[in-house]
């Protein structure tokens, strides 16, 4: 995928990307077999950064095979069903301290009283962090409630119709 294409998909995300808190995050395992986690993140604009412990198992994982895919998701039904779909390659960066991003994202659903004791939390918990920072090499977005479902569904409904 060209990446005016994936820029393109990503902005008309944004709204998703700003708003939603979670993500499931796909890799594979030292074992060689497919891994997929909720994880936290915060799209900085051109990155979806993710966050986690430096000794957490899918380091060693990723360090090794940094290929990933991820969907966000939001909506509650048809009518409001939305989800972004990304390929790319994490860049994996051990930091001393807390990842910024991870307390952005936390600051996105906690009211400042709850973000700041979230934050001296991490502080008092995290020596070092992995920054987990995507870059996306394909992406797809699609709104169900605005008809903008993937191109089988759509040759289905067509046939259908």
Known sequence: ???????????????LLEQASMARLAYIGP????R?????FFWTGEEIVMSTAATAPKVKALTARPEVALTIEAGDGPGSARALSVRGVVHLTVVDGVVPEYLAAARKNFDAEYAAEFERNCRALYDRMA???????????????????????ADLASKSG
């Open 1 to 15: 995928m060209d990446r005016r294409r994936i820029e393109q998909e990503l902005a008309d995300a944004r709204e």
């Open 31 to 34: 074992d060689g077999l497919p």
């Open 36 to 40: 997929v986690v909720p994880i936290g």
């Open 131 to 153: 920054r987990l920072a995507v870059e996306p090499r394909w992406a797809r977005f699609y709104d169900f409630g605005a008809g903008r479902v993937p191109r089988f569904l």
